[in-house]
């Protein structure tokens, strides 16, 4: 990984400090029904305070479509934000550039903090413009980045505005680096890859680069239909892309060729609706009958991969193995992340796991908190995972 400042390297005491988070949280009816991202990012916050800085914090929230959108402002926030941090006082700023950013961030009394309104309100801020970052960066002495879940997004507020302030990493994407790097760069082998999630199409790259660097791969959710179809194994209805066989069947010849054992799933929990509390029954896979759907892997895949974890020092988990939001087809999900837990805890294991649906998952089955790293990031880790440069980072390390 490459090299970055972080909160230890640069001295903030008596600077603006603009500091990029990420504050795209579910909201519903006004209300944060998920307020994680907050949370990890207070410990920056707080710390930038006690050092003496003065914080402005900016984010984007949604995918307003360019301009000044009442449905995305990032007004509503700053209560939750404020509770975050210890009450610490909040000051909204109705726009992130111009005179009123400039007004509410030269009033700042020692101890508040600014929240400017959303960064994507301006069109310049995804593309990367230079102007909108000269703008920001009027606002700011230092920058701080601690948007790992947004560092996919080469938008001005992460890449050009790293370019012309002195910037550092905060804690949030400190820790998430340090956890991503331990698990893929510089792993205890061997290293377990879990991936479930809906369809192979969109975890290609993905695959093809676990398996360059993974001793084991065990795949659950739809996504394993398609490479069970790809074996020749009956489907019935299942949720598969029929059209995406060969595809199958070269990830497979290279994972043979690259020495990565796979870990299809052997059996299943079928049903004939997708419904909760569906009646169920568990067979084998090659006998899954024709009007029925794989809702679930099955209690022999479970002992399979649970076995295979306590074999495994590493695990890397994205994606749930089952319809896991309707249960019973929750299951399986629940006992992997419940195995994955107890060898964290008892020290056996290094886990690691995100992507948006897998977080939901691994608070569902409760072991959020077990693990050794949950991931804030949704489409950031997924990219992490296919090996690519995220430019949020890449922006980080060029500047030191
Ligand atoms: C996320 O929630 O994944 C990040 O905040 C990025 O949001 P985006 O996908 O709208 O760029
Ligand atoms: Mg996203």
Redesign the pocket.
Known sequence: MAKFRTLDDIDVRGKRVLLRA?L?VPVKDGVVTDATRIERLAPTINALIEQGGRVIVMS?F??PKGGPDPAFSLRPLAQPLRNAIGGREVIFAADCIGEEARRVVAALQPGQIALLENLRFHKEEEANSPEFARALAELGDVYVDDAF??AH?AHASIDALAHLLPAAAGKLMEAELEALTAALESPTRPVLALIGGAKVSTKLDLLRFLISKVDLLAIGGAMANTLLLAGGKPVGRSLCEREMTDTAREILALARYRECRVILPEDAVVASELAPGAETRHVPVDAVPSDAMILDIGPQTVARINSALTETRTLVWNGPLGAFEIPPFDRGTIAVAKKAAELTQTGKLLSVAGG?DTVAALAAAGTTEQLSYVST????FLEWLEGRQLPGVAALAATT
């Open positions: 990420d795209n984007h949604g995918r879940s947004a997004r948006g990031a949704g489409g950031a």
